[in-house]
């Protein structure tokens, strides 16, 4: 890759991610939950690393949260606030503590012992003491320089205003994170999105008789500049802040091994759900104080602790109602509407049920209480219900029988293959007369594998639909742009935009056309097959009038479910009339013929990551033309790798290990065009 574009890429994700910092730390606005941020630091960390020439003043290797406000007087924090390493798996815990050992030149088999603490997902506050007495309360600001917050925080019930012990340092910041339980929180979901915005807002008030009124909770686990303390161990200084007053969270361990470390997380990760606070994480602190000083900082972490990430995030929720959602193939799902509960950051009010079977096994009532999951980019879905929480007079939910979109008769089809019914029940309505699987439908027919309409996506269609612009495929290209123009946020640029991006879209391919069909068990691939076999569009319209469609079975790929699939959608007369009408608007190119001797004989390829202008399958079927094949995985067999943007590590990896050549999509397309 050009080093100019390196440095652009790399400035790019300095400039976003600091936005997120403001957004986030001074205006108590997060953009993006926690695992999207984790990841975007990572991806600079990894670009730093990778490139020397890179390092810039902004970047979270040499910054801790953001520059304080300008509403509060800013103080200097005597030891640096910094931030934490992150893990995410047994495998970055051991480098960690290699890393540990191979710094102090300890021998391997010493086991380091560790101070183990939830990580809160609170605010950070650093109080000054001196001769006992609380004298200034600090936030993280950008970890050198934090806003002054005193008299908000000595509102906190939980902060001892002067401790008399005589054990106390001369002079000491205590350290920890003020927060709001979520049993507290409850009376504030109207006025804040989160528990961890509510206690960020609070102590960002102007006036502390505003803050006194919000449920705050401060918890201490570590300290900063001291001049006095006796302790030599984390562990021995947590149970000294509990004598001197402090609240100290009840879920700390003193744990050595990568093992029992781990053993503990899933133990604590199992609990999560039942707690009154947040937690995101766990932090593990090497417990040894003469340790830790040896081990020192990195620029903006200390060497000698990191938080491991949970993987997956639960909540506890309640539910309101269960809604049923008509899919495209009328597939009923079965949606939970759910209390609003905040999960790793993100606000969740919707869990699948996935469908009826499922229900029916876990016994899933309306105004059960039940434990949400939300892991990675998982959509939310209810783990288990508390039956002892069930209220005496629950009903059993009833799975209706008549599609709630058009009232027609709901079905569930006999598999072939297991010989059971489905456990998906489904609209028997066809064609375009039910309005639920008509707008799910249009989204298919716009989408990025199918017509790739830009500008066109789901709230376009859903838009357009309510203002009954659009009822079937062809209105899209017969669209009234002159009463567009006349709609809010609509105006003669973006008109123009839309108007230039469905008229490209009147030529297409001929499997792409049969895919966006949206035909039930007809995905790409057999899409591809289909119109392989067709070869034209005036081909399949022979072959619809002759009715043989048991002659499909011919083709290697297509069985019995895709056949039935396939005539109970060219015997509906309202799919007729729409392909006759988009017969007259389009140019359905024909099926090209694949090249034997192509410049990609023998070569296999596979993508990751997001294409630019173009989506998977047109690269796939790039490469098909010429000869070549696509896989699934990286092997031996893999020749090479074509890379987009955000590809997925691991991929990238093991090609270089394996040298297997990488090109990015622009090398691949002139590689293409020069063999022309």
């Known amino acids: 890759m050009d080093k100019n574009l390196i440095k652009k890429k790399y400035k790019e994700k300095i400039k976003l991610i600091n936005h997120y910092n403001k957004k986030y730390f001074n205006e108590n606005k ?21 490139y020397s020439f890179l390092r810039d003043k902004n970047s979270p290797s040499f910054n801790v949260g953001f520059k304080p406000s ?20 047994q495998e970055d815990l051991l480098n960690f503590e290699k890393r540990i050992k191979n710094y102090l030149d300890k021998k391997s088999d010493i086991e380091i012992e560790y101070s183990v603490e939830p990580k809160i997902d609170g605010i950070s506050a650093s109080l000054t003491y001196k001769n006992g007495k609380f004298l200034r309360g600090l936030s993280r600001g950008d970890g050198n320089e934090g806003e002054d917050i005193t ?25 920890g994170e003020v927060f709001i339980q979520n049993s507290d929180f409850k009376k504030l979901r109207d006025k804040f999105a989160n528990p961890r915005n509510a206690a960020s807002g609070s102590l960002r008030q102007k006036n502390p008789i505003d803050t006194k009124k919000i449920p705050l909770k401060f918890i201490a686990y570590t300290y900063g500049y001291q001049k006095g303390l006796n302790e030599n161990r984390q562990t021995d200084f947590i149970k000294k802040l509990i004598d001197w007053g402090f609240r100290v969270n009840p879920f700390n361990r003193q744990i050595s091994g990568i093992k029992n470390l781990i053993k503990n997380y899933i133990d604590l990760e199992s609990k999560r759900s039942d ?73 969740v009010s919707n869990a699948t049920l996935h469908n009826e079977d499922e229900i029916i096994r876990k016994d899933v009532r309306v105004s059960d209480t039940v434990t949400v999951e939300r892991a990675g980019d ?19 939910f009833s799975f209706p029988i008549r599609c709630p979109s058009c009232g027609s008769k709901t079905i569930k089809d006999f598999n072939l293959i297991t010989k059971k019914k489905d456990a998906v029940r489904r609209c028997s309505s ?32 859903e838009s357009f639909w309510k203002l009954n612009l659009i009822k079937f495929p062809q209105d899209i290209f017969r669209l009234d742009y002159g009463k567009i123009g006349k709609l809010d946020g609509w105006g003669r640029l973006s008109v123009e935009n839309l108007k230039y991006s469905i008229n490209t879209k009147k030529k297409i391919s001929f499997e792409r056309f049969i895919y966006a069909l949206g ?69 359905i190119n024909n099926s090209f013929s ?83």
């Not at 998982?378 to 007079?393: A, F, G, M, T």
């Not at 691939?525 to 002759?546: D, M, Q, T």
């Open 378 to 396: 998982v959509i939310p879905h209810i783990l288990s219900v508390e039956l002892k929480k069930r209220p005496k007079d629950s009903v059993k």
């Open 430 to 461: 066809e064609g375009y007369y039910c309005e639920k699987v008509a707008i799910e439908k249009l989204k298919h027919f716009v989408s990025k594998d199918a017509f790739n309409i830009d500008g066109f996506g789901k709230k376009i269609v």
């Open 30 to 50: 997060p953009l993006i939950n926690d695992s999207e941020y984790d990841q975007l630091k990572v991806e600079i960390y990894n670009l730093e690393k990778k």
């Open 70 to 89: 300008k509403i509060f007087k800013k103080f200097t924090h005597k030891v640096p606030m910094l931030s934490l390493s992150n893990a995410f798996s």
């Open 275 to 347: 707690l009154d606070f947040d937690i995101d994480g766990i932090v593990y602190k090497v417990n040894d104080f003469d340790l830790q000083k040896r081990l020192g900082n990195v620029a903006s972490a200390p060497r000698w602790a990191i938080a491991h990430k949970f993987s997956s995030n639960k909540a506890i929720s309640k539910i309101i109602s269960i809604d049923i959602q008509v899919g495209r193939t009328g597939a009923l799902t079965p949606v939970a509407k759910i209390k609003p509960i905040n999960i790793g950051g993100v606000i």
């Open 151 to 175: 008299q908000n925080l000595k509102t906190i019930k939980d902060i001892p205003d002067y401790i008399k012990e005589k054990d106390f340092p001369e002079e000491i910041d205590i350290r």
């Open 594 to 676: 694949v090249k034997k001797n192509g410049l990609l004989k023998d070569k296999t390829f596979l993508v990751t990551g997001k294409l630019q202008g173009m989506s998977r399958a047109e690269i796939k079927s790039l490469i098909e033309l010429n000869s070549g094949t696509t896989v699934s995985g990286v092997s031996k067999k893999l020749n090479c790798l074509i890379v987009g943007e955000k590809p997925t590590k691991k991929k990238v990896e093991s090609a270089k290990k394996l040298k297997i050549e990488i090109l990015n999509q622009n090398q691949f397309l002139n590689m293409l065009n020069k063999s022309r």
């Open 519 to 587: 035909i039930r068990h007809i995905g790409l691939e057999n899409a591809k097959l289909l119109s392989k076999y067709f070869g034209s569009f005036s081909k399949l319209k022979n072959f619809v009038e002759k009715d043989n469609y048991d002659d499909l079975l011919n083709i290697d790929g297509i069985g019995e479910t895709q056949v039935n699939s396939f005539r109970l959608f060219f015997t509906n007369d309202m799919n007729l009339k729409v392909l006759g009408e988009l017969e007259k608007i389009l140019i």
